[in-house]
């Protein structure tokens, strides 16, 4: 099996080395448009091979689209970072039309593969993909849920002392400041959170996780690349494996939750056919104000983008 990761920076080069250490398909294709890059980041993956210990090959090429043909799943990293002082969305303009471009290629040599979607902003690329690629709603995903789950999971396992294996959690929405983090969906062993933590622990929590990506873009100066590329990792090997696992993933809604086409994170099944099935959670009112201030956050910025494409 074969899949294809586009852009070789570094949540794309991550995201090969996950996928490859942990063999989860045959050949994977690393793809970019500087120069060498792809090639390099490829080569130096194999070489690891020996020492670790996989045989999952990793491929590297500059531009050629033709090499990528017959993948199962394509995931799209490229585009401009963050950098200090940027949201994810004054990234718009410059990476709408790289995903544009990107989406048309794929699809043009791998018409049947599943896409998943990593560059920001994300919920508003998504849907930048979906439109371009006009595949079914199920087989165009963006990653973004699994990264602020994850994030969110790390802080709480911090402040309880307590095995990262153990907390079981939910953020839906949109991936910023207006996630939608499920404190009555978060356990640990089994115990609702709530019981092992106060309000004002649970607050800051919750607050720190809302603005993960911002605080590491301070202390790097650029995007975070480790957990987002292990978290798209984590979903190809869900979708190639036919693992039917459960993710939050960002997906264009048709009329769940009472939104219809916006594109926000919700829970799904995640199996060789993409998504398989949409999780509809019974929200209380509070959870759905938020889901519904996500809502508006996200489509303000596809209006945006709507614009964008008219010229």
């Not at 439109?131 to 999971?153: F, H, Q, V």
Request: aromatic share 4%.
């Amino acid at each position: 099996m074969k899949v294809t990761i586009v852009g070789a920076g570094n949540v794309g080069a991550t995201c090969a080395d996950v996928l490859a250490f942990r063999e989860v398909v045959n050949e994977i294709v690393l793809l970019d448009i500087k120069e060498g890059v792809a090639e390099g980041k490829a080569l130096d993956i194999w070489q690891k091979a020996p020492i670790i210990g996989y045989d999952s090959r990793t491929v590297g090429v500059t531009n050629d689209y033709s090499k990528t043909a017959g993948s199962e799943v394509i995931v799209i990293t490229s585009g401009l970072p963050r950098k200090p002082g940027m949201s994810r969305d004054d990234l718009i303009e410059i990476n709408a039309g790289i995903v544009k471009t990107v989406t048309e290629n794929v699809i043009k040599h791998s018409p049947d593969a599943i896409i998943i979607i990593v560059s920001n902003p994300l919920d508003v690329m998504t849907y930048q993909a979906h439109i371009t690629s006009k595949l079914p709603r199920t087989k165009i995903m963006g990653m973004a849920g699994i990264l602020d789950t994850a994030r969110y999971r790390a802080f709480l396992s911090e402040a309880l002392n307590i095995s990262q294996k153990e907390i079981q959690a939910m953020i839906l929405g949109g991936h910023g400041d207006t996630m939608v983090p499920l404190l009555r969906y978060t356990t640990v062993g089994g115990i609702p959170v709530t019981d092992l933590l106060d309000a004002q622990t649970l607050g800051a929590i919750v607050q720190r996780t809302k603005v993960g990506g911002g605080e590491l873009v301070k202390l790097m100066g650029t995007s975070a690349w480790y957990a987002p590329g292990s978290a798209a990792a984590q979903m190809v090997e869900a979708i190639v494996k036919d693992q039917r696992r459960v993710f939050p993933v960002c997906i264009q809604l048709q009329g769940e939750y009472g939104i219809d086409n916006c594109y926000l994170g919700v829970p799904v099944v995640l199996g060789k056919n993409g998504i398989e099935k949409i999780i509809e959670l019974k929200l209380n009112n509070e959870e759905m104000a938020m889901m519904k201030t996500s809502e508006g956050h996200v489509r303000e910025v596809m209006v945006v983008l709507d614009e964008l494409n008219k010229k």
